[in-house]
Structure formats: C-alpha cells, structure tokens
C-alpha cells in the first residue's frame, strides 16, 4: 500500500460500477415485489379480494421471503455473490411475470409465495458487496445509494405506471417489470465481479483494503449452525433486527395499502393517486441519501461509529412517527406534506444494512444479513394483516396509522437501549 501511495497513481472507480448495479438491482426487486400495490385497488375488484383476504396475499411474500433469509444467506456466504444474485433475479422475474396469468386467489397467493423465496438473497447480498468493495468511511453513503432503489423506481414510474394501468389494466404491469427484470439478470452476470477478479487499479484496491474491504473475497466455509444460533443470541443483534422491524413498518405501508389509502380514505383518481403517489417516494430517497450522507461525514471528522450510524437512524424512526398527525387533516396537500416528511425520515433510519456489515461476524456476513432481515421482514409478514384487518373492521386507516406511528417509537427505543455500542461481534468458540 506504501508503494501505491507513493506512486501517486489516480484510484480507478469500478467500486461505483458496481454499486450502479446493486442500485438497479434493489430498483427492480421493489418494483416487482410492490407493484401489487399499485394493482390491488382494480385487481381486488376483477377478483373480488375483500380487504382482509387482500392483507394476506400483501402479507404472504413475506412468509417465505423471511423464512428464507437464513438459507438464502448460507447460500451466498457458500456460493458468492455473483451467482447468487444473478439465479435470485431471474426466478423473481420470471415469478412477476408469472402474474400476469392468475385467474384466482389461490395462483395469486402461490405466486407471492415463490417471488419471496426467489427474492430472498437480495439484500444480505447487496450487504456483502458494499463490504467487499467499500471502505468503512464510505459504507453508510454506499448503503443509502442502492437503499435508495427501494423507493425510487416507485417515486418516478408511477405516473407511468398508473398510465399503463388505466390504458391496457393491471396485468401489464407485471409483464413489464417481469421482462425488465430478465434482461438484467443477463447484464449481472456480464457486468458483476470481486475486486480480485475486476480490472479495478493497484491503487483502488489498496484504498479499499486500507478501509476494511475484501471481507468477502472469497466463499466462505459450510455453515456452522452452532455459530449461528451463537449469533441469534447477541444483544446486538437483536438491537438491530427489532430496529429494523420498526422501521419496516412504516416500509411496508407506503409499498402496500399507501395507494389504496390515496384511493379509498382519500378518494383521490387514477391521476391524482399518480401524481401525489410521486411525492412521499422522492422525499424518502433524499433521506436515505442525507443519511448515508450525514452518518459516514460524522464518521470522518472523527465522530464515533456508535454515534455515527445510530444517530440518523434514531432521529429518523423518531419522526417517522410523525405520520398518525395526517388523521387530523383534511386537505390532501397537507396529507402529503405529512406523508412525505414521515417517508423522508424512514429513509434516514433505512441504514441498517451498514450496521450489518459493522458487527457482522467474520465469515458470517451473509448469515448476519439473513437473520437481519428476516426480523426486519416480519413486518412484510405483520403490517399488512394488521391494517389490512384494521380496515375490515373500521373502515378506516385512522388506527392503521396510529399502529405505525406506535411501531416506529418502539425502533427507535430498539436502537436507544437495546444495541448499545457498533462493533464487531466476537463469538465464543464452539467446542
């Protein structure tokens, strides 16, 4: 590294290109898993899906899209990152593409049950590559840059989107974000590689080994379940998975029963729905990036990495909560301005991953991500039934609001009290 450094080469930048392709990867994961959302208020009428019915074809990605997080981390801590990613997006395509066939609820309900599955190793993935190939100083930024995909695709297709619904119905949506899906498949696979095999320069690499990088170079052993269960007993770990549950929550609202709350509470049309469904979205990227963006600044002026990764996240769960003032309104611009700054500040406390790679155990990258999120994916599991049968009953998201504003001051305690200072986790030996 002395030499580089000496040297004064100019750092190559392939570590971008491949955060460009995770970026893209988490956008076309979103899209396919919560473009339901958009076609729920025409498909539960053509289907005649009854709210409650319709929070559990919401809920049911989350079923195995959780219960697969552990396998699906094994598999990429044993098989890499480049396979993996690549097998998971092209069965989730072809599974969104699958939906544009259904006839009833029970291909509908199957169908969400294999896109969680495929869909599974996505982000412990995209963890591992973020740590494989970012300095420590640069890892909150990285994560906020391809989190941002979760909200992104949604915030500016959705005028599109909301066209393609209203001019050729719901079916086409999903053999647009299906088809989309399999062409990048192809390019991942072309495009992605780990640092030793990339035509990144001496000087990048050096950089990225000074910082901590190329944790993840090379397949990790068989699975020890003895050290996994080690790791599910950590007060660590349970600090961020109940964190990241809450934060979830409010996630999971504005993927699912946001724009059937625009439709049905608000009684907004098919324009005004595309239009103001844009807003909350956008405002959820700039606090992702502005997270990202505060946490690893705080980091390099020497701030700790305790205070540094948990402070935004705090905040941001803290005024999350924020959303139930939006019961108390009744002009649909403020709702949205109230919306847009609760989704803002989900965006700040959506950071999680970087803590991931800050305590995972060594070797233990994919596992520690699976677990991770799998307890931040039983909200996909929770919210949805919760509301979903808040509404049934009320008949009204009133309460469904109040549920989620409540959930959010739990993560913020989560992270508070429970996750006490970001460090890696040493796990005793196994005898």
């Given amino acids: 590294m002395t030499a580089?450094?000496?040297?004064?080469?100019?750092?190559?930048?392939?570590?971008?290109?491949?955060?460009?392709?995770?970026?893209?990867?988490?956008?076309?994961?979103?899209?396919?898993?919560?473009?339901?959302?958009?076609?729920?208020?025409?498909?539960?009428?053509?289907?005649?899906?009854?709210?409650?019915?319709?929070?559990?074809?919401?809920?049911?990605?989350?079923?195995?899209?959780?219960?697969?997080q552990i396998p699906g981390g094994a598999f990429l801590d044993r098989f890499g990152t480049r396979l993996t990613y690549c097998l998971s997006v092209g069965f989730w395509s072809l599974f969104t593409l699958f939906h544009a066939l259904v006839g009833g609820i029970a291909s509908l309900l199957g169908l969400r049950l294999l896109?969680?599955?495929?869909?599974?190793?996505?982000?412990?993935?995209?963890?591992?590559?973020?740590?494989?190939?970012?300095?420590?100083?640069?890892?909150?930024?990285?994560?906020?840059?391809?989190?941002v995909g979760e909200y992104i695709g949604l915030a500016f297709l959705s005028p599109l989107l909301f066209a393609m619904l209203a001019h050729w119905g719901w079916r086409s949506l999903f053999v647009g974000a299906g088809g989309v899906g399999l062409v990048f498949a192809l390019i991942w696979w072309r495009g992605y590689r780990e640092p030793a095999d990339s035509n990144a320069n001496p000087a990048e690499i050096a950089h990225i080994v000074a910082g901590g990088g190329l944790a993840a170079h090379a397949a990790?052993?068989?699975?020890?379940?003895?050290?996994?269960?080690?790791?599910?007993?950590?007060?660590?770990?349970?600090?961020?998975?109940?964190?990241?549950?809450?934060?979830?929550s409010t996630l999971v609202f504005f993927l699912t029963w946001f724009p059937t709350y625009l439709?049905?509470?608000?009684?907004?049309?098919?324009?005004?729905?595309?239009?103001?469904?844009?807003?909350?979205?956008i405002a959820a990227s700039v606090g992702v990036l502005f997270g990202g963006w505060w946490s690893?600044?705080?980091?390099?002026?020497?701030?700790?990495?305790?205070?540094a990764r948990k402070l935004p996240i705090i905040l941001g769960l803290l005024l999350a909560s924020t959303i139930v003032a939006a019961n108390f309104v009744t002009d649909d611009r403020v709702v949205i301005a109230i919306l847009s700054l609760?989704?803002?500040?989900?965006?700040?406390?959506?950071?999680?991953?970087?803590?991931?790679?800050?305590?995972?155990?060594?070797?233990?990258?994919?596992?520690?991500?699976?677990?991770?999120?799998?307890?931040?994916?039983?909200?996909?599991?929770i919210t949805p039934l919760v509301i979903g049968g808040i509404v049934a009953v009320t008949g009204s998201f009133a309460y469904a609001l109040g549920f989620i504003g409540v959930v959010a001051l739990l993560g913020a305690l989560s992270y508070i009290v429970i996750l006490t200072d970001v460090s890696r986790i040493e796990l005793p030996q196994v005898t």
């Fill in 4 to 68: 580089v450094a000496a040297s004064g080469d100019r750092r190559s930048r392939v570590r971008f290109s491949m955060l460009a392709l995770i970026a893209t990867g988490t956008l076309i994961n979103y899209l396919d898993r919560t473009i339901l959302g958009i076609a729920a208020p025409a498909l539960t009428k053509e289907l005649s899906i009854s709210p409650a019915l319709m929070g559990v074809v919401f809920s049911a990605f989350s079923w195995t899209y959780a219960a697969s």
């Fill in 296 to 307: 690893d600044t705080m980091l390099r002026r020497g701030v700790s990495a305790t205070v």
């Fill in 263 to 281: 439709a049905v509470e608000r009684h907004m049309d098919w324009l005004k729905i595309g239009f103001f469904a844009i807003l909350p979205f």
């Fill in 342 to 381: 609760a989704f803002f500040a989900q965006g700040m406390a959506a950071l999680g991953w970087t803590l991931v790679s800050d305590i995972a155990p060594e070797g233990m990258l994919g596992v520690t991500g699976g677990i991770f999120n799998l307890a931040a994916n039983l909200a996909g599991i």
């Fill in 115 to 147: 896109l969680g599955i495929a869909e599974s190793p996505c982000f412990p993935a995209n963890g591992r590559v973020v740590a494989t190939w970012f300095p420590r100083q640069e890892r909150a930024l990285a994560t906020g840059v391809y989190t």
């Fill in 220 to 248: 990790a052993p068989k699975l020890d379940w003895s050290k996994a269960s080690l790791l599910l007993r950590e007060r660590k770990m349970w600090g961020i998975c109940l964190g990241q549950f809450a934060g979830n």
